[in-house]
């Protein structure tokens, strides 16, 4: 890793084979730490990022997203043993991004409540699931959808979701911590039922923030962000139609969402860089991509982490691991603002406000500066301005 960059070596080909990858960040952290006494991994140098690092750069972003009411989602991809979960969830005193984000979020609310005008309300829900074998199991309520797992249906305006999902409100970052363990808890004694290990099986945790405040007319404003946080499978063996086949021979089920997940990867970044314009996205193909359709396509604001593994033995899947996510960086989403009509009109307005005044303003210096006939244009968009100006506090009690 040097800066931004990964660069890739093949074993025993001396410098011959070097691949040179570039991301937004290129993280070291296999050695150059030290362990302090509560066990928390410090860096020695410079090159090791520690969790700290991390949150820094990409858990920071999430909260001012969250706040400024964008959907966000941040998948973990790699293969078994590489630090996904290290990195989404980390342990004990080494938190990972997902307990660092709720730390840091309900440290925010309590901040803001204190000075909030009367109205304001923040509220933070959560929800988790898991995906094995094409299944959704509800990790907060695993009694629910036992025989064959949790229906997803699809509505126009909200898109793909899971039915009868438990959400449970939460209140503090204890509650939402508790709840987190909860479901990690299921996710484990469930996988040991089906015989199945962590790696086979996705974990989707949701939190869904609003914000609801009161506009000087007495409307309720609302401002809601969902952010999905995705440790995805183990990604050795899936994605190679190869590796597919033979298990498919063996009668096993194949780890169906990973390879569909890989296939609208290429699809939307092949979009992105315009190779392709109008295809069909193989969204309905897996649970997974149906239920990640808007981190991935549509609303969200979306990170990949790819974790590595620097041992040889497993050049392969790690060359396989940054082809990736090389090619999920040409994806490009369309994040818009979660808000309620009300709370876009009065924006909308605000703005228009402002730019009317700014007209007003420009318009009258012109007419202060000549009465001749050659106003005539600076006079119209006056009348036009005054006009549309006069509409605004009109339209405002009578919206909805
Ligand atoms: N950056 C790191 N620093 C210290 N320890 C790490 C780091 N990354 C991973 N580990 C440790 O390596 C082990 C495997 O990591 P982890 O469980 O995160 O892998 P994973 O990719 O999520 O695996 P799986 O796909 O099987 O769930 C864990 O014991 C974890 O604590």
């Known amino acids: 890793m040097e800066g931004n960059t990964t660069r890739i070596i093949k074993p025993r080909s001396g410098d011959a084979d070097v691949k040179t990858f570039t991301f937004d960040y290129s993280y070291w952290s296999h050695d150059g730490f030290v362990a302090l006494d509560n066990g928390y991994l410090a860096p020695e140098n410079e090159q090791f990022a520690d969790q700290k690092r991390v949150f820094s750069d990409l858990g920071e972003g999430i909260l001012e997203n969250a706040w400024n009411g964008y959907n966000c989602s941040l998948f973990a991809y790699g293969q078994t043993g590489s630090g996904k979960t290290y990195s989404v969830v980390g342990g004990s005193a080494n938190k990972g991004i997902l307990p660092l984000f709720c730390e840091r979020l309900f440290e925010d609310i309590e901040r803001k409540q204190e000075s909030a005008a009367e ?3 923040f509220q933070v829900s959560l929800s988790m699931v898991e995906i094995y074998n094409e299944q959704v199991r ?13 229906r997803i249906r699809e509505k126009v305006d909200h898109g793909f979701f899971v039915e009868n999902l438990l959400t449970v409100p939460v209140g503090s970052y204890g509650d939402i911590d508790s709840r987190i363990q909860e479901g990690t808890r299921n996710r484990t004694i469930a996988a040991t039922h089906m015989n199945a290990t962590s790696s086979r099986a996705h974990t989707i945790v949701a939190i869904t923030f609003v914000q609801k405040a009161m506009s000087d007319g007495g409307h309720t404003l609302q401002k809601s962000s969902t952010i999905n ?13 190869g590796a597919a086949r033979e298990r498919l021979k063996e009668g096993c089920m194949i780890n169906q969402s990973l390879s569909t997940l890989g296939n609208v990867i290429k699809a939307l970044a092949d979009q992105g860089k315009g190779v392709q314009k109008s295809t069909v996205l193989p969204f309905r193909d897996s649970v997974l991509t149906k239920l990640l359709k808007n ?10 982490i790819a974790a590595l593994s620097p041992a040889d033995v497993n050049y392969e899947e790690t060359l396989s691991t940054l082809r990736f ?14 808000e309620s009509p009300t709370s876009r009109l009065v924006r909308e307005l605000q703005q228009e406000n402002m ?6 303003s420009q318009a ?5 500066k000549s009465s001749s006939p050659a106003s005539f244009n ?14 605004v506090p009109l339209l405002f009690p009578s919206s909805p």
């Open 295 to 304: 981190a991935l396509g549509g609303n969200s604001k979306t990170i990949m």
């Open 378 to 391: 600076e006079g119209r968009a006056i009348c036009d301005v005054t006009t549309r100006a006069a509409a």
């Open 325 to 338: 996510v090389d090619r999920a960086k040409a994806i490009r989403v369309q994040a818009v603002v979660n």
């Open 364 to 368: 009258s210096y012109g007419a202060e």
């Open 138 to 150: 509800d990790l907060l309520n695993p009694q629910s959808g036992r025989q064959g797992g949790l």
């Open 119 to 121: 109205g304001t309300e």
């Open 355 to 360: 730019r009317l005044q700014e007209l007003l």
């Open 229 to 241: 946080i995705v440790d995805l499978a183990g990604s050795e063996r899936a994605g190679n139609t």
